[in-house]
């Protein structure tokens, strides 16, 4: 028998200014998958990336944070690992993984990081 199908998608939004952040998006898994979904920070490398997680209709929520020299992610209100994790493959590229995929994980995912140069915060 075939899982529920969960739709994970990547906010698609352009950036001004020196840092361009992408992200590939993930359309759909069935349930009880592993999903990984890639950032690169561009030119941000002294920073981590924060990653968010939106139900259409709904407020963002802050599911965590990890930097290149962290062992471990800080964790947001009700998220935590092993579900939600982390790693990097180098300091401007991030993986966030879900695992064991749920009806209630069906939502918008993205990150973002702070630009120095720029002095804001910049998204996919």
């Not at 998608?9 to 950036?15: D, G, K, N, Y």
């Not at 290149?68 to 939600?84: A, E, I, L």
């Not at 300091?91 to 994980?105: L, M, V």
Request: proline share 4%.
């Amino acid at each position: 028998m075939l899982g529920t199908l969960c739709t994970l998608i990547t906010a698609l939004t352009c950036v001004s200014g020196v840092t361009v952040v992408t992200q590939k998006p993930v359309v759909a898994v069935t349930t009880g998958e592993t999903v990984s979904i890639d950032c690169n920070l561009g030119t941000v490398t002294d920073r981590g990336a924060w990653w968010y997680k939106q139900i259409p209709g709904g407020v963002p929520q802050f599911v965590l944070y990890f930097r290149h020299d962290w062992s471990v992610p800080n964790y947001g209100t009700g998220f935590s690992s092993p579900k939600f994790t982390s790693t990097h493959q180098s300091t401007s590229d991030y993986r966030f993984t879900i695992k064991n995929i749920e009806e209630g994980d069906s939502a918008v995912y993205y990150c973002h990081t702070w630009d120095d140069s720029v002095k804001e915060y910049v998204s996919q």
